[in-house]
T-cell receptor, first 117, second 114 residues
């Protein structure tokens, strides 16, 4: 299995521009997560989906952030307009959640390093 | 709300020694999961080990073991016979009851010296 695939790996953009981060979860996994990692705040959960439905988006910092999961094999995180304080590493992760194994590990992608100048 | 505390920002250990990374958690849930992840300098997050709150035995995975003390709400990671490749950031995380999300601690940077 190829694991969780994120693109791009690096993104440099100017303040005010729209940024779209992409994620392909592991095939068969039904939960998908977007995390943000910064030195100051550590790893923060932004949003997670179960069976393509957003379950908890309380971590989305502002309305500038939006996430979609149109199907089981693809998700996007969009920032519009971007600001310098959005600079961080954004991770996508997926896991298999079921009734028998409610707590299973999440597998992370390589991350997207976003720099907003 | 759930909270994970890792009190050791950095640790330095000689190669081949055992090392314990501390993790305490705060929750009122009865059922939850505890996880450890490793983040090397390359940046990826690597799952190491999992402990369920109802598991009576401490989890083990190769050189990794989880010292789970439920009454004290601690879930320390023990690495036996440390290797240079163990140098990395280590994160403790918890999955609350009824939710699949992970709440992470601030991490401990482990450096293994030759």
């Amino acid at each position: 299995d190829a694991g969780v695939i994120q693109s791009p790996r690096h993104e440099v953009t100017e303040m005010g521009q729209e940024v779209t981060l992409r994620c392909k979860p592991i095939s068969g996994h039904n939960s998908l997560f977007w995390y943000r990692q910064t030195m100051m705040r550590g790893l923060e959960l932004l949003i997670y989906f179960n069976n393509n439905v957003p379950i908890d988006d309380s971590g989305m910092p502002e309305d500038r952030f939006s996430a979609k999961m149109p199907n089981a094999s693809f998700s996007t995180l969009k920032i519009q307009p971007s600001e310098p304080r959005d600079s961080a590493v954004y991770f996508c992760a997926s896991s298999l959640r079921g009734l028998v194994v409610p707590n299973t590990e999440a597998f992370f992608g390589q991350g997207t390093r976003l720099t907003v100048v | 709300a759930q909270k994970i505390t890792q009190t050791q920002p950095g640790m330095f250990v000689q190669e081949k020694e055992a090392v314990t990374l501390d993790c305490t958690y705060d929750t009122s849930d009865q059922s939850y999961g505890l996880f450890w992840y490793k983040q090397p300098s390359s940046g990826e997050m690597i799952f190491l080990i999992y402990q369920g709150s109802y598991d009576e035995q401490n989890a083990t995975e190769g050189r990794y073991s989880l010292n789970f003390q439920k009454a004290r709400k601690s879930a320390n990671l023990v690495i036996s016979a440390s290797q240079l490749g163990d140098s990395a950031m280590y994160f403790c995380a918890m999955s609350p009851q009824g939710a699949q999300k992970l709440v992470f601690g601030q991490g401990t940077r482990l450096t293994i010296n030759p």
